[in-house]
């Protein structure tokens, strides 16, 4: 399970460091010559295992934070500064410059990706487009949506002109499991709309950025975008302690989001966008048709590693199948190709963590322990930066892989006899983010679709769970999510329903045609943005 340096291809090697020795602040890219952070990948460029260092970081103190904050409050200036009042058509075009300059780092971006997190190739290449993607399709949402807006009503005599206002500074943290993707999901409407940002990267999937800082700097007026570096807690504490921090939009873990916002004194006033954990369940009824339920339950448990909140976490396959599941499923898991991210056909690659195949363990020594088996022949193989999928069987409710979010390569199956355990389990889990069902019998689904949607936001009808495609609304109930991300809703999530309105009057109507006829308000418009 380990690939030499000779085995790498040269366009795939790390010829050098990169040194991201500045930070963007107040629309200037600041030398900073204090402390650095290393930033090693877990993959080895040595035939003897070694961690490969890629790179430094500024590790930034509180005083930096807050210059940071400092620049996007200014720049907001309580909705009074140039980018909340700017016109929408002029918002839009610095976002497509800063689209189009993106576009020009994506090699640069795909390999750090690579080596950062251990993403396959494919998958980072494929992070990349669909974050480029993503950008343009929320110009075109945001398009459409001031189209809607270009109108006066009327209503009891008074007109109004409604549209969607910013609502102020956002603090934004993304993931390390989708570094691009995931955060650019926050990041990008937050902006377009309006608001001004201090981004924080993950600890893993950093130096990705470093491509994309001088392209922020360029599209963006001064203050706008704020990016600093370094530890979370040295960082958004007093970030959130100054008050100042009108939005926190984070994807990550509710115990962290906690903890954070728990830091704001006036709770009140801050919005919340969290995408948080999950533990997706697939059930795989008695009627389903197997090989389609392997396929999906395989992409669903196993993708990136199971590094992903939308993961299949658990499988709950019915008692009069589970035997057949079981052994076609672990044969399945045991074909998997494990190797670095660029070789072909790698499905399992090495995990960014170095501390995750450790935490692996723990889980599966914690269910043998109490009765469940490793039912695939190379579960729990390890090496210095992996730990092969274990498939564990039967799983109870004792174990901690039952109960804990294993964010990485095992996977539990239940068995059950009666649908309503898994509904039942459901309903008590802390989690409500998706499922997955396999069955074909409509009497069965129906009044299982019904009561599953109420359970969870997304059900997956004979298919893994996902996030995409990204214009369909991703969020969860309970302790998954807070607000809906999608392009359509997260252009809701970062702004709020603003209008004028006078009565219909014939003074304040010609005063209302004049305003329109000059275009002397940013505001009131009816122009169709094409």
Partial sequence: METTFKEIPKKHQISELTIQNTYLVDGELKKWSGEMADVYSTISSTEKYKPTLLG????????EALEALNSAYKAYDKGQGLWPTMRVVDRIECMEEFAE?????????????MWEIGKSLADSEKEFDRTVEYIYDTIEDYKKMDRNFAKFEKHSGVHAHIRRGPLGVVLCLGPYNYPLNETFALLIPALIMGNTAVFKPAKHGVLLLTPLLEAFQNSFPEGVVNIIYGRGRVLATPIMKTGKVDVLALIGNSKSANAIQANHPYKNRLRLVLGLEAKNPGI???????????DECITGSTSFNGQRCTALKVLYVHEHIVD?????FAERVDALKYGNPWEEGVKLTPLPEPGKPAYIQELIDDALEKGAKIINKKGGETSENYIYPAVLYPVS??????????????????SFKNIQEPLDDMADSNYGQQVSVFGSDTRTLAPLID???NLVCRVNLNSAAQR???VYPFTGRKDSAVSTLSVHDALRSFSIRTFVASKDTAYNNAILQELLDKKASNFISTDYIL
């Fill in 324 to 328: 057949k599941f079981n052994k076609r």
């Fill in 468 to 470: 995409g495609p990204d």
């Fill in 451 to 453: 009561t599953l949607v």
């Fill in 397 to 414: 409710k004792d174990m901690r892989v039952y109960e804990e979010e294993q964010f990485g390569p095992v996977i539990p199956i239940v």
């Fill in 284 to 294: 795989v009824l008695p009627d389903a048709d197997l090989d389609l339920a392997i």
């Fill in 101 to 113: 300059q993106m576009k020009t780092k994506r090699d640069e971006v795909v390999k750090l990706l």
């Fill in 56 to 63: 430094k970081v500024p590790n930034l103190s509180e005083n």
